[in-house]
């Protein structure tokens, strides 16, 4: 299983742009990175899914480089209602594959 | 709206007690997993089913068993509960695509 490894915590103010790297140094050919946004109390949500170069949706941007060993959640303008914890997620997405591994997150407090 | 539940949001169990966590999603999905969540260790994967009656152990299966009959329901057991299993669990279901959806979790005390 890939392991990855993200900073514990950061800290923003409202209306920056916020980038949470998470490193995956034995990412394998076949793994996929998913990142994924906890509220307190509730279930994790999907944010945004990749494999290589840049992926944007209506949320976040993914940049993951060419040797896809990192990879990096960029959020714009960020609000109050952004404070939340942020998992990265490396592993095969293959019919019946549970390689899926959840890091210890990132804690992201927005400041007025 | 992939919808995913889980039968309590909080329990409160006894030392010994065999617990059943149920779990029910509305989407047809064939792959269901149990993950439980302590502070600072983030989510830990129980156990993982990809069919009926198909299971695989996870990261920390010891001390949990889990039960699939039915597609759309993954039961997470207890046999005989301690303090150390007191958690936050979580179930999850997703289909051969990237998303995983979660349901709300349960909290559960064993004193």
New interface residues.
């Given amino acids: 299983l890939a392991k990855t490894t993200q900073p514990i915590s950061m800290d923003s103010y409202e209306g920056q742009e916020v980038n949470i790297t998470c490193s995956h140094n034995n990412i394998a050919t076949n793994d996929?990175i998913?990142w994924?946004q906890q509220f307190p109390?509730?279930?994790?949500?999907?944010i945004i899914?990749g494999y290589k170069t840049k992926v944007t949706n209506e949320v976040a941007s993914l940049f993951i480089p060419a040797d896809r060993k990192s990879s990096t959640l960029s959020l714009p303008r960020v609000s109050l209602s952004d404070t939340a914890v942020y998992?990265c997620l490396v592993g095969d997405?293959?019919?019946?594959?549970?390689q899926?591994?959840?890091?210890?997150?990132t804690k992201l407090s927005v400041i007025p | 709206d992939v919808k995913v539940t889980q039968s309590s949001r909080y329990l409160v169990k006894r030392t010994g007690e065999k617990v059943f966590l149920e779990c029910v999603q509305d989407m047809d999905h064939e792959n269901m997993f149990w993950y439980r969540q302590d502070p600072g260790l983030g989510l830990r994967l129980i156990y993982f089913s990809y069919d009926v009656k198909m299971k695989e152990k996870g990261d920390i299966p010891e001390g949990y068993s889990v039960s699939r009959e039915k597609k759309e329901r993954f039961s997470l057991i207890l046999e005989s509960a301690s303090t150390n299993q007191t958690s936050m669990y979580l179930c999850a279901s997703r289909t051969n695509s990237y998303e995983q959806y979660f349901g709300p979790g349960t909290r559960l005390t064993v004193t």
Avoid: D, H, V
């Fill in positions: 996929y998913t994924y109390s509730q279930g994790p949500r999907f899914q998992y997405l293959g019919a019946g594959s549970y899926l591994t959840f890091g210890k997150g």
